[in-house]
């Protein structure tokens, strides 16, 4: 009985140490197993030029025809998958973005400044930070729509005036000489 718990406490440790297969969930914590896949929100995806097979990522082979981008017709069908022949040439499909002559799925941008988000839905801005569960400007910076943008008078420090050092020195005065 405790050589059988031993050995599953082990293969559980040991499946947990290789990480997430491709299609799997995956997080800081849980990378990717497969040397040709990336943690993409929050699943393993195979990498460019790679096909999914189960829970690996296999290169893709080069299919005879045009790539995306180049030309094509009836008997010159486009090579990859994920593209169409429109207006004579090899086009990725909605939801697909053309990588030299392939089309690779599109990533899905974060949420934007004023939007919800949480550990594994990063901000969008680079200039933004997720603070009480929504996307918000970092300092220096002012929303403008759903992006953050240099605030004017971000990092420049005005001049007092005459009549502003007046009322400064008289306020410290007064802070200092009140007991």
Do not use: W
């Not at 086009?91 to 392939?102: E, I, M, P, R």
């Not at 901000?123 to 943008?149: E, L």
Request: proline share 3%; aromatic share 2%; net charge negative.
């Amino acid at each position: 009985m405790q050589a059988i718990l031993l050995v599953t406490v082990f293969s559980c440790l040991l499946a947990a140490a290789q990480g997430a297969g491709a299609g799997e969930a995956c997080d800081a914590t849980n990378t990717c197993a497969d040397t040709n896949s990336a943690c993409v929100a929050s699943k393993c995806a195979c990498n460019d030029g790679y096909t999914q097979s189960g829970t690996t990522c296999n290169k893709t082979p080069q299919a005879a025809g045009p790539g995306a981008g180049e030309a094509c017709d009836a008997t010159h069908k486009c090579a990859d998958a994920n593209a169409a022949c429109v207006a004579a040439k090899c086009a990725c499909n909605d939801g697909y973005t053309q990588s030299g002559k392939t089309c690779s799925k599109t990533q899905a941008a974060g949420p934007g400044v004023g939007e919800a988000c949480d550990s594994t839905h990063t901000c969008a801005d680079a200039n933004s930070n997720c603070v009480a569960a929504k996307c918000a400007c970092n300092d220096g910076y002012i929303q403008s729509g759903k992006t953050c943008s240099k605030s004017p008078s971000a990092g420049v420090s005005q001049p007092l005036s005459s009549g502003q050092r007046g009322g400064f020195i008289i306020s410290l005065l007064l802070n200092i000489s009140t007991p």
